[in-house]
């Protein structure tokens, strides 16, 4: 009876933290709008900085038809700065290790010095405009894809997880690579159908 009575209560536990791990995005019509540097796009992706570093928030939403939050995960912010593991520091300068605001369009994949594969960003914001030369990028990292569940409130300790990248999980990283290949792809079948030499690209904004 009493293993019977563990047994629940374990259940009972495991429900509790699953429940405040489902995500609880924002409503997009209160997020900060992008602007056109890319004309059209099937996906979105919005980083709160403002919500601590153990909560879901960065948020991805299909903007096709209707807007729809389809995911959301943790990510890390960048070490530089005045940083502290609730508070990030902005920074667009070079060698800052601060995490930047503003809108950024995902580039495609590259390998990143020590071998891993990332995500290159483009900053088209005052705030980011030296995404590129800073070598800000989406990759996954271990600190983030060992949280088991959503814990707001909690942060995770500053390290050099991140050096202003937006550093996730290795699952919330390949579901954005998902979603930036089908973007290439949607608007590559557009741009033979219409003979047109366009091609938009999934798009984040940051904030705070």
């Not at 924002?26 to 919500?51: A, G, H, M, T």
């Not at 909560?55 to 940083?83: A, M, N, Q, T, W």
């Not at 508070?87 to 667009?92: A, D, G, I, R, V």
């Not at 949280?147 to 909690?154: A, E």
Request: with cysteine; aromatic share 12%.
């Amino acid at each position: 009876m009493k293993k019977v009575v563990k047994i629940l209560a374990s259940v009972f536990v495991y429900c509790v933290l699953l429940s405040a791990s489902i995500p609880k995005g924002p409503n997009i019509e209160k997020l900060p709008e992008y602007n056109d540097c890319n004309e059209w796009s099937k996906y979105v992706i919005y980083v709160d900085f403002s919500k601590s570093s153990c909560s879901d928030r960065l948020f991805i939403y299909d903007v096709g038809v209707e807007p729809e939050l389809i995911y959301s995960g943790v990510v890390l912010h960048g070490c530089g700065g005045k940083s502290t593991p609730s508070k990030p520091e902005f920074s667009n300068e070079i060698g800052s290790n601060c995490s930047s605001l503003g809108e950024y369009t995902l580039e495609g994949t590259v390998r990143m010095k020590n071998g891993m594969e990332a995500i290159k960003l483009k900053g088209w914001s005052d705030t980011n405009s030296n995404a590129e030369a800073r070598n800000i990028y989406i990759h996954p990292c271990t600190m983030a894809t060992l949280l088991p569940f959503n814990f707001p409130g909690l942060n995770f300790p500053l390290t050099k997880a991140s050096e202003g990248c937006f550093a996730v999980s290795y699952h919330t990283y390949d579901v954005i690579k998902y979603c930036m290949n089908k973007d290439i792809e949607i608007n590559d079948n557009f741009n033979l159908l219409q003979n047109e030499n366009r091609h938009d690209r999934t798009k984040l904004k940051a904030f705070y």
